[in-house]
């Protein structure tokens, strides 16, 4: 069963707000928010993130390697949907075992 990608967006979300929440990000995260454009997001909220997602997804969503892969313009322009697509492409390929998103545990 593929993973849901409406939960995955909103577990980004969350925690995009919860590290943007000193800028006053209030409009609504979605899959076509661009995470320097539309979040302001720097450096050290990119490493935030990272650390947040390792928590939550461990090594089935490697974010690092990720971000690697894309060249200059595309990290740029990089947007939610993209890392959400990533996440659940990542955890699609993974076993069904508890703690996937979309899932019960």
């Known amino acids: 069963m593929p993973?849901?990608?409406t939960?995955?967006?909103a577990e980004v979300a969350?925690?995009?707000?919860a590290i943007r929440d000193h800028a006053g990000v209030d409009?609504?995260?979605t899959m076509a928010s661009t995470f320097q454009d539309d979040l302001g997001m720097?450096?050290?909220d990119v490493v935030s993130l990272a650390g947040r997602l390792q928590a939550r997804f461990g090594d089935t969503v490697n974010f690092?390697?990720?971000i690697a892969g894309l060249?200059?313009?595309e990290a740029r322009h990089l947007r939610v949907g993209q890392l959400v697509e990533h996440i659940a492409a990542s955890m699609d390929g993974a076993?069904?075992?508890p703690g996937r998103v979309g899932t019960p545990a």
Do not use: H, K, R, W
């Not at 969350?14 to 707000?17: C, N």
């Open 3 to 5: 993973v849901d990608q």
């Open 71 to 73: 060249d200059l313009d």
């Open 64 to 66: 690092a390697q990720f």
């Open 27 to 29: 409009d609504e995260i």
């Open 42 to 44: 720097e450096s050290i």
């Open 95 to 97: 076993d069904a075992g």
């Open 7 to 9: 939960a995955i967006l």
């Open 14 to 17: 969350e925690m995009l707000y």
